[in-house]
């Protein structure tokens, strides 16, 4: 067989073989590999940042009753006294009652207005220049559970402090129409109060007011609210 014919026959061989092959025909086997892992479980979770507001050691202000934005409204006064009778003090407890911590405590002071007592019924009668928010001096003492000033002082919050951690007495540099947007408490060292989760902070707060005597107090009330803030 000449060399053309035998490689056209060798060809023709490999041909047949493939078709056979395609067929079915062989006895061969083919494999395919695969391999599989599946993670499961997967979520997106947030904690709670709680604030918990206890003044004079009265009934808890939570922000979480207001389940719309967590700003609770309505928590009880603070001061509630006779004008004549200052300075006036007020204790709080701000406890961080969710699970996330807090990397701040601000405040302010929001309302603050001087008008006439409208608890004297019938009586519309002032005499001389009212007093204004800036007459009223305030210091926020940052204490131990006990609130003992000043065995237990741990920082001036806020207001004046020349010999910390005490404030000073309340003076002019920190009045009720200062913080009219959210200010920062201070702890010791100046430095930022923070609030961990589970946590407690306690306050002393003293409001000095620095007003005329005489008629010119006859039938005034000055009326004012207070915005404690966490940020986490």
């Known amino acids: 067989m000449s060399r053309n014919n035998l490689k056209r026959y060798l060809m023709l061989l490999a041909v047949i073989g493939l078709v056979a092959i395609a067929g079915g025909g062989g006895s061969g086997t083919f494999a395919t590999f695969n391999a599989q892992v599946t993670n499961t479980g997967n979520y997106f979770s947030t904690g709670t940042l709680f604030l918990h507001d206890t003044p004079n050691g009265g009934t808890t202000c939570t922000s979480e009753s207001d389940t719309t934005n967590n700003q609770g409204t309505g928590c009880t006064w603070l001061f509630n006294s006779d004008l004549l ?3 006036f003090t007020a204790t709080l407890a701000l406890n961080n009652a969710g699970t996330i911590n807090a990397s701040d405590i601000s405040f302010d002071v929001n309302g603050c207005s001087v008008g006439n007592n409208s608890v004297v019924t019938g009586s519309s009668v002032v005499f001389g220049s009212a007093p204004t928010c ?3 001096y305030m210091t926020i003492q940052e204490t131990g559970s006990t609130y003992a000033v000043p065995s237990t002082d741990v920082a001036c919050a806020y207001g004046p402090t ?17 913080p009219t947007s959210l200010t920062n408490l201070l702890t010791t060292g100046a430095a930022t109060a923070t609030l961990a989760a589970g946590a407690t902070r306690y306050y002393v707060i003293t409001i000095a007011p620095t007003v005329a005597s005489g008629n010119t107090l006859q039938n005034r009330k000055v009326s004012f609210g207070m915005t404690w803030h966490l940020d986490q």
Do not use: E, F, W
Request: aromatic letters at 0%.
């Open 134 to 136: 800036s007459n009223m």
């Open 162 to 178: 020349t010999t910390p951690p005490a404030c000073d007495t309340p003076n002019n540099t920190a009045t009720l129409a200062g």
């Open 85 to 87: 009778t200052g300075p």
